[in-house]
């Protein structure tokens, strides 16, 4: 392991770079209603700052992500922070929209750099089996982000407003800077960087040409377009279809998460058993597709209980948790010369996907909210067994003269 902190602290920290965006969202989602009245303007346009701080996360990642297969992980990672933090204090102090919407895109940009690299350190450190179960632990690590951050920002913004709120997020991004300055060792080897000024393309040209890269990443973000189809679909169909209160809705999130923990415990419990990866990512699918189904025939058919569909989302969310580690690893895998072009590219994929998806899924609410989260959870299942059966173990595509690795 070439990292001068131990592996719990190393793991530690890969989690917290990866979950920098959920930082960035979730501890905003509360301050949204305040933010729009301090600026004098309307929740939907205060929304914004949700929209821009994801744009930026997709942009930056395919830019930074190659060169950090150049010049190392460490530098572009302090980089990444720097540009976080200052962006973090940047909107803590702005005095309009237009400035705060500023702030908050290069903010995004930061911290999607941040998780493509996490990934690429990840890919570092370890090889083979190893890879795909450190990233697990990684990802059970990270997903209690989610699940807490909305809690710790309504605290801070009874407390300290919604500024308080980027105070702290500022105070983050210093201290994970502090810890990758002192106590980060360079990850990549000076034998796998390139000093040629076409490696990026050379990069993301093998990581489309070969299949287990591409298919691997259409898998992931295929799960993901699942997650997100519940994500925004629920609020409609628990509050207003099913009549739950604020508080009933935050206990179902919470539950949709545990969903995700447990698929990602039982993945690390299979894996230290021998179980091979292919495996359990064919079951995680097939536990995604069943569960899905499931939950739409409920839906046609009239059920409206909601502990009963909040528990085939638990199944549906714990197939998720399968997939989602094992398809990430697989993707960056077979190329360790390119592991962060392969990162971004899997990332970029990845946000493509949840826009896509979060667009769909209201459109489609007029038919009925729940029939809209059922049918696109169960198409997303379908497109990861698709990519899985017709692109994972083909033959790469690689032309002649670009570098590759083999599986």
């Given amino acids: 392991m070439r990292t001068s902190l131990q592996a719990p602290a190393s793991t530690l920290l890969l989690s917290a770079l990866a979950a920098l965006p959920s930082f960035g969202i979730d501890m905003n989602l509360s301050a949204l209603d305040a933010t729009a009245r301090s600026m004098g ?9 949700i929209s821009l701080f994801m744009l930026g996360y997709a942009v930056s990642p395919p830019v930074c992500g190659p060169i950090s297969d150049q010049v ?91 500024r308080g709120i980027f105070v702290l997020l500022t105070g983050i991004g210093l201290l994970l800077a502090w810890v990758v300055w002192c106590g980060f060792a360079e990850s990549l080897r000076a034998g796998r960087r390139s000093a040629s000024l076409t490696a990026p393309l050379s990069g993301y040209s093998c990581a489309i040409r070969h299949p287990g890269c591409l298919g691997h990443s259409l898998v992931n973000a ?107 690893a697989a993707a960056i895998q077979p190329l360790p010369d390119h592991a962060g072009a392969v990162s971004a590219m899997c990332g970029f994929i990845q946000v493509l996907a949840q826009s896509v998806v979060s667009a769909i899924v209201p459109a489609l609410s007029a038919w009925g909210p729940g029939e809209a989260i059922g049918l696109v959870m169960t198409v997303c299942a379908v497109l990861a067994l698709a990519a899985c059966r017709c692109l994972i173990g083909a033959r790469p595509i690689v032309p002649a003269g670009l570098p590759t690795n083999p599986q």
């Fill in 72 to 162: 190392g992980r460490k530098p572009v990672a302090l980089g990444a922070l720097s540009v976080f933090t200052a962006a973090s204090l940047g909107c803590a102090t702005a005095q309009s929209l237009p400035g705060l919407l500023a702030w908050r895109l290069v903010e995004g940009m930061g911290a999607g750099v941040t998780t493509t690299l996490a990934m690429a350190i990840n890919n570092d450190l370890c090889e083979g089996p190893a890879a795909d179960l450190r990233l697990a632990r990684l990802a059970s690590t990270m997903l209690l982000v989610p699940m807490l951050a909305p809690a710790v920002g309504s605290a801070i913004l009874l407390f300290a407003g919604w």
């Fill in 222 to 328: 295929a799960a993901f377009g699942m997650m997100f189809a519940w994500l925004s679909g629920s609020p409609v169909l628990l509050i207003d279809q099913l009549g739950l209160s604020h508080a009933q809705f935050s206990l179902a999130y919470a539950a949709s998460f545990a969903g995700v923990i447990a698929g990602v415990q039982l993945n690390l419990r299979l894996g230290t058993r021998g179980v091979a990866f292919d495996a359990r990512l064919r079951a995680g699918i097939a536990l995604g597709i069943a569960a899905a189904a499931a939950f739409l025939v409920a839906i046609l058919a009239g059920w409206r209980w909601a502990p009963g569909l909040i528990a085939l989302l638990m199944l549906d969310m714990a197939g998720f948790g399968l997939v989602a580690p094992n398809a990430i």
């Fill in 41 to 49: 303007v309307g929740a939907d346009r205060a929304g914004l700052t």
